[in-house]
């Protein structure tokens, strides 16, 4: 048998593995100290198979989740790059009347740019299943909450001025910072997590 077809023998009077002796093929329990023979009329039981369960691994169930955001992240953050840059050269008149508004926009390309490159790191650690992926995305998550904090406090000059900027910013942070903390959180927890990234 292979190890996926791997099959251990179970006392039918206790539930634990059976053990085949030296001297004989007949399984034996060492909790019962008894060999466990075939049913025959109203003699033993027969000992049962039941396969042995396979610890989970590869990027499958929830990790799946997680990989799609990895190859989503660069993107994402390359897309605030640009259209950071964009906004500057459309609304230019909003970022002279609203000097906070320069100050954001200057966190916002710089915070993405780095977020950028290590979220670059995290898809290559994560699809050749290195070690240290799980913590890079931990800390991937951790930094993306960071920088929308960052970016809530300097926006606290221009919540007056601007409506619905308060709402739109305390929204974003408690969303970034409830996944982050979920998704954290299954990572350390995680047996797919521990068996998948070995290498």
Do not use: K
Request: hydrophobic share 45%; aromatic share 14%.
């Amino acid at each position: 048998m292979t190890e996926e077809q791997r099959e251990t023998l179970y006392c039918p009077y206790c539930g634990e593995p059976t053990v085949m002796t030296p001297s004989s093929s007949v399984p034996y329990c060492n909790r019962c100290q008894r060999y466990i023979y075939a049913a025959s009329g109203d003699g033993p039981l027969s000992p049962y198979a039941r396969r042995e369960p396979r610890p989970l691994s590869g990027i499958g169930g929830w990790l799946l989740f997680p990989a799609i955001a990895a190859i989503v992240f660069p993107v994402v953050f390359l897309a605030i790059i640009t259209s950071s840059f964009s906004a500057q050269g459309q609304y230019g008149w909003l970022f002279i009347e609203y000097p906070h508004l320069w100050t954001m926009t200057q966190i916002e390309v710089g915070g993405s740019l780095a977020l950028l490159l290590l979220s670059l790191v995290v898809t290559f650690t994560f699809f050749t299943r290195r070690r240290i992926a799980p913590r890079l995305y931990i800390a991937l998550l951790g930094a993306f909450v960071l920088l929308r904090l960052i970016l809530l406090l300097a926006s606290i000059p221009l919540w007056d001025p601007i409506t619905g900027l308060a709402t739109d910013m305390i929204a974003d942070t408690v969303v970034a910072a409830a996944a982050g903390g979920l998704w954290g959180a299954y990572f350390v927890r995680s047996e797919r997590v521990r068996t998948t990234f070995v290498r």
